[in-house]
C-alpha cells in the first residue's frame, strides 16, 4: 500500500488491480533479492484491539473477539513502533473494530504529520457523523468500510440493528466535509463478503451504493484460513494446514452466484468492482463458484512485504505465527526480517510454492486452476 500512494491515486481509474500490481512488482524484487532485510515492509497491517461492537456471521475470528488485552500496547508505544517506519510503509488499521480504541485518530494524525500514509478498515458503525472532522484532520488517506448488504440483509449478518443505516450516514457526513473543506481524502471504499445470506441481491446491493460516492467496491470470497489463527510454532502450521478445504458454497446457490458476479463485472458504475482472490481471468473468477476445489494459490510474496502486529505487540507474517513481541525487540521493525524463526517461515512458505497448502484459502494469493 506504500507503493500504492506514492503516485496521485486520484489519476488512478482501478485502485485495488493497481495496487496489487504494484505490489505483486515489489514483492517480486524482494524475492529476488532473497528478502535481504535491506527492502521494508511495504506494509505494515495494524490490528490494533480484538473489541468490536458486531457479531458477524461469517466472522473468522469470532471467538477472539472480546475486551481489550490489559498488555495491549499504549499510545506512546504505538508510536514508538510505527513513526519510525520509512515513509514508504504503510500502516493499515483493523480488528476488531479499530474506531472503538479512543486513540486512534490521534495516533493517525502523528503518523500523517511525519509524512507517513495510512488506512483503516472498519464497519463505520462505532463513529458518528460529528466525527467527520476529526477524521478528515487526521490525513487518513483510505477508509474501507465493510457492508455486507442493502439495509435489512446488512444488519441480519452483522447482528447490529440500524448498523446500515449508521454507516450510510457516517458515509454521507464525511462526503460533506471533504467536500466543505476541500479535501480528497479520506478514500472511502466498501468491502462486503458474498455469503451465503446475500447472494441473491449482489447486483441491487451495487446499484444502491452509486449514490455514496464512494472510489471502489471489493468483494471478498468466503473462506477460512489457518493462517488467520494464532499459531505458535511453523509445525504447528504445517500440522493444521493438512486437513484444510476451502468453503464451497451450497451447489443450490452457485448458480446464481455466478450469474450475479458476471453481471457486476459486466456493469458500469460510479465507482470500480473487484474481488479477492486474485484470479487469471474473469472467466476463472466466475467459474470458481461451485469449483472452489479446483482453484489453489499459484503465487504471493505476502510473507516478505506485509507484516501484522497485534494488539499485544506480538509480531506475525500473514497474521499467524507468533515471531516475537514488539517489547521484546525494543519496538523496532528493522529488526525482524533479521529473526531467524522470521526467515524459517518465509523459507518453508516460498519453498512451497506452487499450491502450496499452507496458504490454501488466504484472500491474498493469486488462484489458478489446477
Known amino acids: 500500500m506504500g507503493l500504492f500512494f506514492c503516485v496521485d491515486i486520484w489519476k488512478v481509474k482501478n485502485l485495488k488491480p493497481f495496487y496489487n500490481y504494484i ?10 533479492s532473497k528478502n535481504h532485510p ?8 495494524v490490528l490494533i484491539t480484538r473489541k468490536c461492537n458486531e457479531r458477524c456471521s461469517f466472522c473468522r475470528v469470532y471467538d477472539d473477539l472480546g475486551a481489550p488485552r490489559p498488555d495491549a500496547l499504549t499510545f506512546d508505544e504505538w508510536k514508538k513502533t510505527l513513526l519510525p517506519l520509512p515513509k514508504f510503509t504503510t500502516v493499515s488499521f483493523s480488528g476488531g473494530e479499530p474506531t472503538t480504541v479512543p486513540f486512534l485518530f490521534d495516533l493517525i494524525k502523528e503518523l500523517s504529520d511525519a509524512g507517513k500514509y495510512s488506512a483503516i478498515v472498519t464497519n463505520g458503525t462505532f463513529i458518528k457523523p460529528e466525527d467527520a472532522k476529526k477524521i478528515c484532520d487526521s490525513k487518513l488517506m483510505y477508509m474501507m468500510i465493510s457492508v455486507h448488504g442493502t439495509q435489512e440483509i446488512h444488519d441480519k449478518v452483522t447482528n447490529l440493528k440500524g448498523g446500515y443505516q449508521k454507516v450510510v450516514e457516517n458515509i454521507r457526513a464525511i462526503n460533506k466535509y471533504k467536500a466543505d473543506s476541500n479535501t480528497k481524502y ?20 451495487c446499484d444502491s451504493l452509486d449514490e455514496l460516492n464512494i472510489a471502489d467496491l471489493h468483494f471478498n470470497i468466503l473462506n477460512d ?12 502450521l504445517s ?40 484470479f487469471q481471468s474473469n472467466r ?12 489453489q494459490i499459484k503465487k504471493c ?3 516478505m512485504v506485509d507484516l501484522t502486529i497485534h494488539e499485544n505487540g506480538d509480531v506475525s507474517p500473514c497474521h499467524s505465527v507468533r515471531l516475537t513481541n514488539m517489547k521484546e525487540i525494543d519496538y523496532d521493525v528493522r529488526k525482524i526480517k ?19 497448502k499452507v496458504c490454501q484459502g488466504c484472500n491474498y494469493g493469486s488462484l489458478s486452476k489446477i
Open 38 to 45: 535491506i527492502f521494508p515492509f511495504s506494509k505494515v497491517n
Open 284 to 295: 476463472e473468477l466466475v467459474d470458481y463458484f461451485g469449483n472452489e476445489d479446483q482453484y
Open 239 to 278: 500440522e493444521a494446514c493438512e486437513d484444510y478445504k476451502y468453503h464451497q458454497y451450497d451447489k443450490d446457490k452457485v448458480d446464481t452466484i455466478r450469474e450475479s458476479v458476471k453481471n457486476i463485472l459486466e456493469k458500469k458504475y460510479n465507482y470500480t468492482v473487484g474481488f479477492s482472490n486474485d
Open 225 to 236: 484460513s489457518v493462517l488467520q489463527h494464532r499459531i505458535e510454532t511453523i509445525d504447528d
Open 186 to 205: 479520506p478514500i472511502i471504499g466498501i468491502k462486503s463478503i458474498v455469503t451465503e445470506e446475500n447472494y441473491k441481491e449482489l447486483e441491487k446491493f
Open 338 to 356: 533479521k529473526i531467524k524463526k522470521y526467515r524459517d517461515y518465509v523459507n518453508k512458505v516460498m519453498s512451497s510454492f506452487p499450491n502450496p
Open 301 to 303: 510474496t505476502m510473507p
Open 23 to 32: 505490489n505483486e512488482k515489489y514483492g517480486s524484487l524482494v524475492k529476488l
